[in-house]
């Protein structure tokens, strides 16, 4: 319990010394210790509470909600006023339409509102801390060195970084809260934080695409805001204690169905699911650190957080293979978007959206097998690509570019920030790293839940096209061009801090994957389903075997070996310098360019994301209409 | 379970078979067009004389993709023999192949460039009806396990008839075969020179030889899979197979990779995945 108020209140306390400091030495000391302090209660959580299940603490917490009530008047009214302020009529009508919600609500009083006990704490929640609390400071130390950087490179606005600190430390606030909260009503708090604070943080610049883009992400999120209370609303009529997470999930299906699709809509919103994915991608403009944050472990876990607390509820209905199949094509959709983008932050937000499609589906489907594939694949995928961010925020610093094709040969220009990327990348879509793990997981479950036929079909083919974009990426990387030199310089110690933990992450969570499932996941699933999942002990120790491969086979450089000798690439006999410079067919000197395939006839973005929209626009109105009638159980 | 043995057979056994596999392929070619051919075993003499060659590389780093592409390939064909989990049989021979990617990108190489993008291409193609292959035979067997599958009682053919030919038609790509010898082919002299492996010459240019009987022999092992309740049909079914390639090989053009990619995931839904639904809806009634 104290645990979880720490986690919860710190990082406000952290947020309120942000006003105070001037220095930047005081900044660094209070960001870089708090940042350790929390990294290090979110462990001591988890060696405290593992095995202790599942725990509920009950507290009076009226005075807290009406605390809570009042702030959340306090968020509409600020969003009110950059809604008026921007003259942004969407958003005044939404924050309207939801404030009257809350109002509704809270002046209802029935004995649903008063939940027992509005904290809890499981394995699940531990996992989730432990994604914020590690991920969340790292980004916050690598923050220091990239926003110093910020500032020097766009002198012409004023400095910020205070505020850039404040909000991100209230972020991290809200998402402790919400992943510990058992009262619906204050998960729903939290949720309306995180909708602010991602508003704010990505309209951060005060560009006009900032704002604009931030106004995007805003009115999608209020959206999934609305249709939460509006899930509240619902339940607020039911027998008492219904607006406990705890008394949700046991309540019978039949009358948890049309609250569970409304916030199973919620969760596709903040999950960036299409139709609503394009928040995230508008959300690139935001500083590289807050797009690691929003992709990795914030804003977008909430979503599929949410999503899998009510995956029993999902399970076996109608409204749960719709929301699954929403997953299931942005997933191949995205990944086919992805192929054709250029630009390597675009790449990493349809790659994020794609994976979160896979996790939406995994808990659509909802059978113990999937969840067990979808807490994994949030797991590795926050660790790979909060790597892939602040290794591309670094690189972008240093070569002015977010371009793929000026990162050729980054292997030779920047040696160690090219190795995280390689990690990175490897981490996103080979084996016998996490992704790759969790898609095996994934099709397992796929196939063994009823109609898993087509979902199996689906992530196969998206999959493979996964493929094409990272490996392609990872080859330019990999490019040695003899005449680069070396710009890597120092790199600043905290993001160096950060990048190198990140990547030790990603190694390390392949290697104890097992203890993680065995002693938080599966006792997770055990006690939500009664049953267990995993991988055969056989194959986890043919899976270390190739990590140990692969780890080796680098060393295989200092083997002895005979002496060889270098020869320049073959171009196709034309007389050419050891720079790539040839003379053409009218003579005159050509430099030799190479580029990578990026199909977009067939993978261009207006055109599938057009597609994807649309389909799952109908997915999702498939879904209401089947909570509608009668439950849609199957 | 994992037998030792199997995958001890396959590392010692594979790069012979798959050696004569390759001089008979090419005796069985020149007859088609016409000539005597060289001996069954020139494929050995000629892997002997690249090993001979000076080691001539453009970069250093070319040394360790193909090792790791040698190890990951034999690695992909030991656990399958072994009785490995297929899903993962599957996923090791594409980070094997990932490698050998790589090493062409890393030449920075005009023609091993093109070679490199249209391998992966190819990967793309052919990945999704490997997987649905494994996935067949799992409806079937309710296994991945290579051992279980390797045991059940039934002709799985019988039951996959629509899996097995997607698969026939995804192995040309993976034999290099026309029409989809897209990213390199056995001849260096087609549009882009070799392709992938443009820029590998003399002893890691022989890596990549052995590795491809490995991948060989890997890959008929997949085929016997299909009719692996009665061994005597499948021997038939591999030499079947395998002329059928060779005919396929010598009397097609080679296609654009659009083509070759279409093709694959039409024929992956419609003879892969509406094979396994019927399986399902049989199942079902």
Redesign the interface.
Known sequence: MQLLLFLILFPLITALFMLAVRRDTERNWIVKISALLIGAVTVLLLVTQFDKGTLYFGFDAEPVNLLMFVLEMGISLLILWFAVRYRNYLVIALTLVETALILWFEAAATPAVAVKSPLFIDQFSIIMALIVGIIGSLICVYSLGYMRHFYLNHTGIPDRTNTFFLIIFVFISAMFGLVFANSLIWVFFFWEVTTLCSFLLIGFTKTEEATKNAFTALWMNLLGGIAFAAAIVYLTYQPAGMLGLDQVLVSGKALILIPAALIGFAGLTKAAQMPFSSWLVGAMVAPTPVSALLHSSTMVKAGVYILVRFAPVFQGTIVGYTLAFVGAFTFLIASGIAISQTNAKRVLAYSTIANLGLVVACAGIGTAEAIWAAILLIIFHAISKSLMFLSVGTVEHRIKSREIEDMN?LIVRMPRIAAMMVIGIAGMF???FGM?ISK?AA??AF?DAPFG?VF??IL??G???T??FW??W???L?????DAENVEGLVDKNEWVALVSLAGLTAVTCFIFPLISAILIEPFLLSNYGTMAMISQ??II??VM?LF??VL??L??LLP????????????GVPATPD?HFQNALGARTE?K?A??YISPWFGEVRLARAGVCLCSVFIVIMFAAALVGGGIL | MISLAGAVVFILLAPVIGGLIAGIDRKITAHMQGRVGPSILQPFYDVGKLFEKEDAVVNETQRFYVLSYFIFAIFTGALFFAGGNLLLVIFALTLAEVFLVLGAYAANSPYSHIGAERELIQIMAYEPMFLLAAVGMYVVTKSFNVSDIAGFPGLIFILLPGVFLGFIYVLTIKLRKSPFDISTSHHAHQEIVKGVMTEFSGPALGFIEVTHWYEVVFLLGFVYLFFAASPVLGIIAIIIVYLLELAIDNTNARVKWQLAVKSSWVVAIILGALNIAALYFIGRV
């Open positions: 040969g080979l084996a016998p790759l095996w099709i397992q196939i036929l199996v079909v196969i083919f999959s493979a096209l493929l094409f490996a392609k990872m080859g330019k990999l490019v040695i061009t003899p056989d194959n043919i899976m190739m491969l692969i086979l680098p295989s450089i070996h005979r002496k060889h000798r270098a020869l320049p690439p073959y171009m196709g790539m030799m190479l990578n395939y």
